[in-house]
């Protein structure tokens, strides 16, 4: 069975670049076809979707945070890594990694299979 764990700082403070890494035991981020995904809460709203990066490298950003987001991997740690820039309290939330065996429907939250158990993110001078 995949298992996902997030790791980052739990406190940022705004303008700063978050930096989340989602390490992958019991699977490799590089098998047909699976995709694997950033996606975020914010305090009393719905999940949100922020990007994917699938098995063979490509990269999917949400229209809504494109210009701030950046996901790569490192294969020989079984590892991929969320990069968000210009951090302001708005994104507090608590940040998920997630996959799913294709990147169909890679933008749904709730197409995904496994799931990391969340990290809180707090943005916060």
């Known amino acids: 069975q995949v298992q996902l764990q997030e790791s980052g700082p739990g406190l940022v403070k705004p303008s700063q670049t978050l930096s989340l890494t989602c390490t992958v035991s019991g699977g490799s981020i590089t098998s047909n076809y699976y995709c694997w995904s950033w996606l975020r809460q914010p305090p009393g709203k719905g999940l949100e979707w922020m990007g994917a990066i699938a098995y063979s490298g490509s990269t999917y950003y949400s229209p809504s945070l494109k210009s701030r987001t950046s996901i790569s991997r490192d294969t020989s740690k079984n590892q991929f890594t969320l990069q968000l820039s210009s951090m302001t309290p708005e994104d507090t939330a608590v940040y998920y990694c997630?996959?799913?065996?294709?990147?169909?429907?890679?933008?749904?939250?709730?197409?995904?299979?496994?799931w990391g158990q969340g990290t809180q993110v707090t943005v916060s001078s």
């Open positions: 997630a996959t799913k065996s294709t990147c169909s429907d890679y933008d749904d939250p709730i197409r995904y299979d496994y």
